[in-house]
């Protein structure tokens, strides 16, 4: 049994090393830093004054209802780039530091499912801010005790000012987009590494 799963997942790794889009990660625009450690990936950039840090994980970043076909259909059919076969948008979570102040203003984001594939409005932004805090700056766990504001029933102006300061520091639609594209090669990559390290196991007497 054995020895045909490992047979199984060699031609696995050959099929998806053909349709892997990106041999590299691909870079983002507007000078971000990234840092990437397992599954979790970290973009930085520095703006007058201030540092900016947008953390986000691949793991459970593929919406469900691709990940069964993920295998036989990833990439097959590539003509039309609009399509993407499979799609990983993670929640990101942007943290902004002054310099001068002993306060992180944490603003966690993420892509609505229903308007991934969105058609037509270009204006409207492709990701939403969920929830935002201030946590103090260093500290490496959040503090249940800050206060988070939910956006769910917040001032549409307010929101809209919260969406401007991230589009003011390079955190818009492009960015989201260019996040989308490097997390998708990023996943990818860890899948055939996953593939290749089940492989040894297997194999592994």
């Not at 603003?107 to 935002?132: A, K």
């Not at 919260?162 to 260019?178: H, P, Q, S």
């Not at 490097?182 to 990559?189: K, M, N, V």
Request: charged share 35%; glycine share 4%.
């Amino acid at each position: 049994g054995d020895k045909a799963f490992a047979e199984f997942l060699t031609d696995e790794i050959k099929e998806e090393r053909k349709i892997q889009k990106h041999k590299s990660l691909p870079k983002m625009s507007g000078g971000w830093e990234l840092e990437v450690h397992g599954t979790e990936a970290k973009l930085l950039r520095k703006v007058a004054g201030e540092k900016i840090t947008v953390t986000f994980n691949i793991n459970n970043s593929i919406p469900p209802s691709v990940e069964e076909e993920e295998e036989e259909t990833q990439g097959q059919q590539k003509p039309d780039e609009q399509e993407p076969d499979i799609t990983s948008t993670p929640n990101f979570v942007v943290e902004v530091i002054k310099d001068d102040t002993k306060q992180t203003l944490v603003l966690d984001c993420h892509y609505p499912e229903d308007e991934v594939g969105q058609e037509g409005e270009d204006e409207s932004d492709i990701f939403t801010i969920r929830e935002v805090s201030f946590q103090p700056t260093g500290e490496s766990e959040w503090k249940e005790t800050n206060y988070t504001l939910n956006t769910d029933s917040l001032d549409w102006a307010l929101y809209d000012h919260l969406m401007d300061f991230l589009a003011d520091r390079g955190v818009d639609n492009t960015f989201a987009d260019e996040l989308i594209e490097l997390s998708t090669a990023l996943e990818h990559q860890e899948y055939i590494k996953f593939l290749e390290d089940l492989k040894s196991f297997v194999k592994c007497q």
